[in-house]
């Protein structure tokens, strides 16, 4: 199972961006996917996540209305479109996949990525 995040960078409050999950080596369809992030001197925290039953979105109420997970089943690919971010989104961000990924529970993910790091500038 391999996992590569990608998209992260620098960007100003207000300002948006999309970061990627690249996935191979297992059926895709078949596992619930999330993005966590870590920022310094806090715990990780669930962003998002996507089941894989009925592929129905979800987020933590700290992004809802500005953050926007989808699939490309072509290409075994999450993405995370961030929207009107702010210097609090500043964070590492990780993708991880699992069969019973349910929810933002990291036991329910078999398998993590490296991370990408988002920087927010105010």
């Known amino acids: 199972v391999q996992l590569a995040e990608s998209g992260g960078g620098l960007v100003q409050a207000g300002g948006s961006l999309r970061i990627s999950c690249a996935t191979a080596g297992f059926t895709f369809v078949d596992y619930g996917v999330g993005w966590f992030r870590r920022a310094p001197g806090k715990e990780r925290e669930g962003v998002s996540w996507?089941?894989?039953?009925?592929?129905?979105?979800h987020y933590a109420d700290s992004v809802k209305g500005r953050f926007t997970i989808y699939s490309d089943y072509a290409k075994n690919t999450v993405h995370l479109q961030m929207s009107n971010l702010k210097p609090e989104d500043t964070a590492v961000y990780y993708c991880?996949?699992?069969?019973?990924?349910?929810?933002?529970?990291?036991?329910?993910?078999?398998?993590w990525g490296q991370g990408t790091q988002v920087t927010v500038s105010s």
């Open positions: 996507i089941s894989s039953g009925d592929g129905s979105p």
């Open positions: 991880a996949v699992g069969v019973f990924a349910y929810g933002f529970d990291p036991a329910g993910y078999d398998y």
